[in-house]
């Protein structure tokens, strides 16, 4: 059975994405051109916030044959608007992975998410922008990140792991399924 991450439901993957526009005030924005996130109608307090949620590490990124990211594969509407929001700092070697239907002018916010994230924008498997240790926001407004270009997904890091790594536009990005999830894999 193919991951999700293939594009074996390309229609399932458009159709959601579709439909979770209208649903969505969370952390990515498609759009064919750039624009800041949709706000929610009201924020709902600290201790009413959802869980954060945690996803299969269902892909991984070698960047050597030795050194791979193993990834959490966000690729329906509602995963990609809560996205990290509410997690604590990811490890070195872990990250999560925002790919698209289709080349979108995506925006991200870090609205909700404690720590602050490398955001690797993706183009014809290649990273075609950096925004470097993107930092929390605890209340709204936030800003939003993303090149003045269309892209195939997001890759989003701790901060500080794309440098620490030897990542930098130009890397080549290839996700492929994960083999096997790593030691310590599972959320905790």
Not at 89 to 113: C, E, I, K, N, V
Request: glycine fraction near 8%; charged fraction near 15%.
């Amino acid at each position: 059975m193919p991951p999700r991450l293939l594009p074996s439901l390309p229609l399932r993957r458009l159709v959601g994405a579709l439909l979770g526009l209208g649903l969505s005030g969370g952390a990515v924005v498609l759009a064919d051109e750039p624009q800041p996130p949709a706000l929610p109608q009201a924020q709902a307090p600290a201790s009413q916030a959802p869980p954060p949620q945690w996803l299969p590490l269902e892909a991984r990124w070698c960047l050597e044959p030795e050194r791979c990211i193993a990834l959490e594969v966000a690729d329906e509407p509602h995963e990609q608007a809560k996205g990290l929001q509410l997690r604590p700092a990811l490890p070195p070697l872990r990250g999560m992975w925002f790919p698209f239907p289709r080349p979108t002018a995506a925006r991200f916010w870090m609205h909700r998410t404690p720590e602050p994230l490398d955001m690797l924008f993706v183009a014809g498997g290649r990273v075609v922008a950096i925004e470097a240790a993107a930092q929390p926001c605890p209340r709204l407004p936030c800003p939003s990140y993303g090149p003045n270009q269309l892209v195939e997904g997001v890759l989003e890091l701790a901060a500080g792991q794309a440098a620490a790594q030897g990542i930098a536009v130009g890397t080549r990005v290839v996700i492929e399924p994960a083999l096997v999830t790593p030691p310590g894999g599972a959320p905790p």
